[in-house]
């Protein structure tokens, strides 16, 4: 569980941008090698401790994984 704020912010940046590939028509393959970017962005950048990018890896991960997270929901007709 994620619990420093500054990687809270990160997980829900790469999570959202997860969501709005996956709707661009991107696939797991696609989206792993922006997470790997992310990453590789963040040990580079020194912004947080290397600790934490593997906790953040491994939720963002988990997320990833979750087809529950991707699933389309069909809009509902307006009834009136």
């Known amino acids: 569980m994620l619990q420093d704020a500054q990687t ?19 696939r797991t393959d696609d989206i792993r090698m922006y ?6 962005a ?3 950048g020194n912004t947080i401790e290397p600790f ?3 906790r953040l890896e491994e939720e963002a991960t988990r997320y990833l ?9 069909q809009p509902q007709p307006d009834y009136y």
Do not use: C, K, P
């Open 8 to 26: 809270i912010r990160y997980y829900q940046r790469l999570t959202d941008a997860f969501v709005e590939l996956w709707n661009r028509g991107y």
């Open 42 to 44: 963040l040990r580079h």
């Open 65 to 73: 994984h979750d087809a529950s997270n991707f699933a389309m929901t």
């Open 52 to 54: 934490l990018i593997h």
């Open 35 to 40: 997470l790997d970017g992310y990453l590789a």
